[in-house]
């Protein structure tokens, strides 16, 4: 769970922040849109106090197969 203000322009490969460098993290297989930082900020808190099970839940109710869905914003 994180949040990021990178540039869609930005290549994949070029997206090394502190997040995917540490979890080794290649793939966005889940994003909510938000109207503001504030709002990311607070969404971001609420879904850290989620158990696993419901963040995988989560993801495979829109990501059953767990594609990168980095190419589909661009």
């Not at 540039?7 to 503001?36: A, D, I, N």
Request: proline residues 3%; contains cysteine; negative net charge.
């Amino acid at each position: 769970m994180g949040k990021t203000a990178f540039s869609l322009e930005e290549p994949p490969c070029e997206r090394t922040g502190f997040f995917t460098k540490r979890y080794g993290v290649h793939q966005l297989v889940w994003y909510e849109l938000h109207e503001s930082m504030e709002s990311a900020i607070e969404r971001e808190k609420r879904l850290k106090e989620w158990k696993r099970v419901w963040k995988l839940e989560l993801i495979e109710s829109a990501n059953l197969d767990w594609e990168d869905l980095y190419d589909t914003i661009v």
